[in-house]
């Protein structure tokens, strides 16, 4: 069992830049992948950025750029930076966790096991 909690989400304006973390803890030496994934009000939850043990990462088209997802494997922290933020970057962003063998395409969150309780990230106008 892997326990994911995220923090940092916050409200900022339009081209501001914030920061989420999300510590792991449990049995993360399982964890092959690991993944942010933000979900806006009648949307579907979509993937934003993943990274692998192996340290590659990959992003979604819309924050390539402008994200950047990181991790600390000694202190198990995976960590999003977020800059140049828009409004349509509005969601509850969620930290996921691929146990085993990273198989399937990172940007479906069925490919995650473990999830945490989300953070929100609000951009004004």
């Known amino acids: 069992q892997v326990l994911l909690v995220e923090s940092g989400g916050d409200s900022v304006q339009a081209g501001g830049s914030l920061r989420l973390s999300c510590a792991a803890s449990?049995?993360?030496?399982?964890?092959?992948?690991m993944g942010w994934f933000r979900q806006a009000p009648g949307k579907e939850r979509e993937g934003v950025a993943a990274?692998?043990?192996?340290?590659?990462?990959t992003y979604a088209d819309s924050v390539k750029g402008r994200f950047t997802i990181s991790q600390d494997n000694a202190k198990n922290m995976v960590y999003l930076q977020m800059n140049s933020l828009k409004p349509e970057d509005t969601a509850m962003y969620y930290c996921?966790?691929?146990?085993?063998?990273?198989?399937?395409?990172?940007?479906?969150?069925?490919?995650?096991?473990?999830w945490g309780q989300g953070t929100q990230v609000t951009v004004s106008s």
């Open positions: 996921a966790a691929n146990p085993g063998y990273a198989g399937g395409p990172w940007s479906n969150p069925t490919n995650y096991k473990h």
């Open positions: 990274i692998y043990r192996s340290g590659t990462t």
């Open positions: 449990g049995q993360t030496y399982t964890t092959s992948r």
